[in-house]
């Protein structure tokens, strides 16, 4: 299912900031919709990120553990002056303030940011790689990447 909202898909403003980056966002928990819009304007508000653009909303079944909600998913292109690292670092953070709670593989959960790809760099470390490896056979990165403009950096 495809949803559109105030905030999504959206295409938003250039920026000086010296990185791009495309995010992948999903929720099963709560209000996910709202929660979407409350991530968009905190992640717009902090100085070392600009919204560029983001997709449509996409509904759809859970892969990995199938006794849960069916997830909302969505892409944001940010432009930012985070280095890779320190994204990630402040990704998690988004979670956990988003009320996040790991508890098992694929469990549910109220918010989950994914660095799909970063500017054309490859990164392959324990704790990040980038691109992300499983993001061509995840529909529910593709579908909201093919329903917006395409990415480019």
Known sequence: ???????????????????????GVGCNIGNCIRRFKKLYLFLDSHPKIKILQTSIIYKNPPFGYLYQNDFYNTVFVL?????????????????????????????????????IIY????????????PHPFYKQRDSVLVPLALKDKFET
């Not at 994204?87 to 918010?111: D, G, H, I, V, W």
């Open 1 to 23: 299912m495809i949803i559109r909202t105030t905030f999504f898909p959206a295409k938003i403003k250039k920026s000086t900031k010296k990185h791009k980056a495309l995010i």
């Open 79 to 115: 432009s930012t002056d985070f280095s890779p690292e320190e994204l990630l670092k402040f990704l998690l953070y988004t979670e956990k303030k988003f009320k996040r709670k790991r508890s098992f593989k694929n469990a549910p959960r109220t918010l989950d940011l994914d660095i």
């Open 119 to 130: 500017d054309k760099i490859k990164i392959n470390k324990k704790h990040l790689i980038v």
